[in-house]
């Protein structure tokens, strides 16, 4: 007995070193969670999916580089929630991130969700990062928001430019789905085309869940646009197409970085294919020094190509965390200033910000359809 007596001391000092030393390793590790809001269920959950994706990417790398800051190895985990593209959604989503104290979110996708909750966002002192394209996303006066890529009157207005300067087009039709993101594209279409001569010869409506076009591609047969220009996503745009062919209707649909996706041709089946062209805020990954590297890793870990902005996204995720590391501080203030006076080179651009949260020199490129893909034309 004497001896268990002895023992017993002994084995509990062993255990509360042994979890003094657990306690300490643990103390030395500082959690950074990482939000992404995006649409991860309805038409556009291919992008949402996506973009996730290019955050998870940078996040698991970034946790084999043991980044420190302020004596503590930095450990992220990224939250992602499902917004649905719809503002109340994306409301109801800003709120659960800021109360949750997560101070770097990556998204929205859709302009109608990132107008609205970039105030819930900067209120909660957080960082957004959005590739929500409509000029108003960065009019807010906001000094934490950022847009990735370039912005609608960019995109709009270069594809006004190659429907006059490439294709010839001297007439054009115009749809739009009514969201911010759609009707904002649209609009800088028609300013650019107008500046540059183009007739606009009717403009027709829709919604982002309209399934049948039939009505407004009649009317617009009847005025025989060399072009319609589409403001509005893939679900929409697919769908539209394949009713355009099969009204017999020969124009050119021209649209922005949503339509420029291999969803719109899963829709559209082979009408797509020299039919569509549209402009996407961001280079080819093919013709970028890191972008095969990129591809390459992510159909590793995802088992599938990346789309439109997993890239950018990724990008973003890492601008951040270096900027973390640099200043030795996770104040997202800081980190914000940072990221407007400063520039990292990513897979996809040399990213560096303006005032109000503009990527400067965004790349643009000019995509038609090809054996179901996108593929570049300019």
Excluded: W
């Excluded at 099969?246 to 899963?266: F, H, N, Q, R, W």
């Excluded at 973390?324 to 996809?348: C, F, I, R, W």
């Amino acid at each position: 007995m004497q001896l268990k007596f002895k023992l017993l001391p002994l084995s509990i000092a062993a255990i509360t070193l042994s979890l003094g030393a657990i306690g300490t390793a643990q103390a030395q590790e500082q959690i950074v969670k990482i939000g992404h809001t995006g649409p991860l269920s309805g038409s556009n959950a291919f992008a949402g999916k996506d973009n996730e994706n290019g955050v998870r990417m940078a996040v698991e790398e970034l946790n084999t580089k043991k980044l420190v800051v302020g004596g503590k190895t930095l450990k992220f985990e990224l939250v992602s929630e499902d917004d649905q593209c719809d503002p109340k959604a994306g409301m109801a989503v800003a709120q659960k991130m800021v109360d949750a104290g997560i101070k770097y979110v990556m998204g929205p996708y859709c302009s109608g969700v990132a107008i609205p909750t970039s105030k819930v966002y900067d209120a909660g002192g957080a960082i957004l990062s959005t590739v929500g394209s409509n000029p108003k996303v960065t009019m807010g006066g906001y000094k934490s928001v950022f847009r990735v890529i370039a912005g609608d009157n960019l995109i709009g207005s270069s594809m006004a430019q190659y429907a006059s300067k490439s294709m010839k087009a001297k007439t054009a039709g115009v749809i739009d789905d009514r969201t911010a993101f759609g009707q904002g594209l649209a609009d800088e279409f028609i300013k650019e085309a107008k500046v540059l001569g183009l007739t606009i010869v009717g403009q027709e409506y829709t919604t982002d869940k309209a399934i049948d076009f039939s009505a407004i591609l009649t009317n617009m047969k009847a005025k025989n646009p060399d072009v319609i220009f589409y403001g509005g996503y893939a679900g929409q745009a697919g769908p539209m197409v394949k009713q355009l062919k099969s009204l017999g209707i020969k124009s050119k649909v021209l649209g922005g970085d949503a339509i420029c996706v291999t969803e719109t041709a899963k829709l559209a089946g082979d009408a797509a294919n020299d039919t569509v062209f549209c402009a996407q805020g961001g280079a080819i990954l093919d013709k970028v020094a890191a972008g095969p590297a990129f591809k390459a890793a992510y159909k590793k870990r995802f088992n599938q190509d990346p789309d439109a902005y997993a890239a950018s996204f990724y990008d973003q995720t890492m601008f951040v965390a270096t900027s973390m590391q640099k200043l030795n501080t996770l104040d997202p203030a800081k980190v914000s200033a940072e990221l407007h006076k400063a520039s990292y080179k990513g897979v996809v651009t040399n990213y560096a910000y303006d005032e109000n949260g503009n990527l400067q020199k965004a790349p643009i490129t000019v995509y038609g359809f090809k054996a179901g893909q996108p593929t570049p034309v300019q």
